[in-house]
């Protein structure tokens, strides 16, 4: 559409612009508005679109540090969920093994069952289950 409207039109700003309005982009809008300036004064369009480069690649610079300042509020929920309460039991198991013993390790170690009386016994001996009364096989 735009090289039908350079071959037809006289003045080339006038598709320049209208390539600028049809595609509705601000930065395809400037690159058009450069190269208007560009041919009505004469100057350079290499200067030109370096500048408008530079540009764009600060806005881009400035958008991405802008996503990158708001990430650490986004993440201080799922850090504390899922990340500390694991960090919390890799730092605290070598110290409760070691208050606890070995034996709090094994299952059942808080308090053993006799099987079928609902007896509790402490951990602290490990009692010979035969030798109990109310506790049979």
């Not at 919390?88 to 208050?99: H, M, Q, R, S």
Request: aromatic share 6%; hydrophobic share 45%.
């Amino acid at each position: 559409m735009t090289t039908a409207e350079l071959s037809f039109l006289e003045d080339r700003t006038r598709a320049y612009d209208n390539l600028g309005r049809r595609i509705g982009l601000d930065n395809v809008r400037s690159v058009m508005t450069a190269l208007i300036r560009a041919d009505r004064y004469g100057t350079s369009v290499g200067q030109a679109l370096r500048v408008m480069a530079e540009e764009g690649r600060e806005a881009r610079m400035m958008e991405a540090e802008k996503k990158a300042a708001s990430l650490p509020p986004k993440l201080t929920v799922p850090l504390i969920l899922f990340f500390l309460p694991v960090l919390f039991i890799v730092i605290l198991a070598p110290a409760a093994i070691k208050i606890f013993g070995p034996a709090a390790l094994q299952a059942g170690a808080w308090a053993r069952r006799c099987r079928g009386s609902g007896t509790i016994l402490p951990v602290e001996k490990k009692p010979d289950l035969h030798a109990l009364s109310g506790c049979s096989d």
